[in-house]
């Protein structure tokens, strides 16, 4: 469907066709709780931007994801807000997770139905619960995001997505951060946003993703070849190709554009799905297999300092268990010291499919930090 913000024109995947804020917008009550706005609050937003975010109860028994879409405007922070008809409330894009769904590509999802717009996900924003009406405690983690071009090779990686009838979304709008605190109809909303302000006024907020993985399972080196096949080409199992499949999704959610990795198979062929069905070559570096490790270790060292140090787009290194230490000195060394406890220090570090995110700014033109982690294991079934 046509977004109703748009001409039926425009359907190019921009933000340029969007609405600016009406001259005039009826504020959203902090009271206001109708069937789907946030009914009884439960907990203030988590105040760590460096959760992981994954389940944090098992009483929680609805999950949803979703995301604050960000811009620069001149010298102000613009926001997109949806308006829903049927609760007649304004909020951030977000939505139900489905069934074998991970709470990131549910937020990508989302985003995009209810926006129309192409986005990656950037730094956390924050996780909220609360009461629906019927009593069920709902849990809802945001992201940071920021619009993609519309050439961007993560679009080539991604289903289709359906657009949200109007009935459901009738309006998407660009608004400044100060009118988007007043027509948000959500306190808990209210103090998502209040969290990016405080990003932005730090000079935090825009963020470039480094995306470390831990290759996903390998055949063992006993079964392989019974035991003669040589490590450089020693596969993943079938479950770890499961796992690759869904390490693509996490890729095209932060919307990678650069993929390194050790050229030995296993790390190659963990990023190979996404590689492939986003267009993207993996660089191979042969300063990350674990023979070259063992020989020299500040080779590691200093490439994963290098791609700290001034990254412009999203990247993705595929790398061994054995080279991780020197991996987390370099993360280490970026950090502040108040984030420093987020890092693994205890081998194995990264489970086999697991994912470190480190998050990287460069506050007020200083050199680069990492001001945000994210570590989790996607789900493969």
């Known amino acids: 469907m046509t977004n109703p913000s748009v001409t039926s024109e425009d359907h190019e995947n921009t933000s340029e ?32 931007p460096t959760a992981s ?37 304004w909020s951030f894009p977000k939505g139900k997770v489905k069934p074998g769904e991970d709470l990131r590509t549910c937020a990508v999802r989302e985003i995009t139905e209810e926006t129309r717009l192409p986005v990656a996900l950037r730094r956390p924003a924050g996780t909220i619960r609360y009461r629906l009406p019927g009593g069920q405690l709902k849990e809802v983690t945001y992201w940071t995001c920021r619009e993609l071009p519309k050439d961007h090779p993560a679009l080539q990686a991604r289903p289709q997505i359906r657009r949200a009838p109007k009935n459901e979304i009738d309006k998407v709008l660009w608004v400044p951060l100060s009118e988007a605190m007043v027509m948000l109809t959500s306190e808990l909303d209210r103090e998502v946003l209040g969290r990016v302000v405080d990003m932005w006024t730090d000079d935090k907020l825009d963020t470039i993703p480094v995306m470390l993985v831990r290759h996903a399972r390998a055949v063992k080196r006993s079964n392989w070849k019974k035991g003669k096949g040589t490590e450089e ?11 690759a499949k869904v390490i693509a999704r996490q890729l095209d959610a932060y919307g990678a554009r650069l993929l390194a990795s050790s050229p030995w198979e296993r790390c190659m062929a963990t990023l190979r799905p996404y590689a492939e069905a986003s267009g993207l070559r993996i660089v191979e570096r042969p300063e990350l297999t674990e023979s070259a490790y063992e020989q020299r270790k500040k080779p590691v060292l200093r490439a994963v300092t290098e791609l700290l140090r001034d990254p412009t787009e999203t990247v993705a290194l595929s790398l061994h268990r054995p080279t991780l230490p020197n991996v987390f000195k370099a993360v280490s060394a970026r950090i502040p010291n108040g984030l420093k406890k987020k890092l693994p220090v205890e081998d194995p570090y990264l489970k086999v499919g697991e994912i470190f995110i480190a998050h990287v700014a460069r506050p007020r033109s200083k050199a680069a930090q990492v001001v945000a982690v994210e570590q989790y294991r996607p789900t493969t079934r």
Do not use: C, M
Request: proline share 9%; glycine share 14%; charged share 30%.
């Open 233 to 243: 080409s020693r596969p993943l199992t079938e479950r770890g190709g499961r796992q």
């Open 53 to 89: 975010f994954q389940p944090s109860s098992s009483k929680v028994d609805v999950r949803a994801a979703g995301g604050i879409i960000w811009r620069r405007n001149g010298r102000r922070l613009e926001v997109i807000l949806i308006h829903r008809p049927r609760y007649d409330d």
């Open 17 to 48: 066709g969007l609405e600016r804020t009406p001259t005039r917008v009826r504020p959203g009550p902090a009271s206001k709780a109708k069937g789907g706005g946030a009914g009884k609050r439960i907990a203030a937003p988590t105040s760590s």
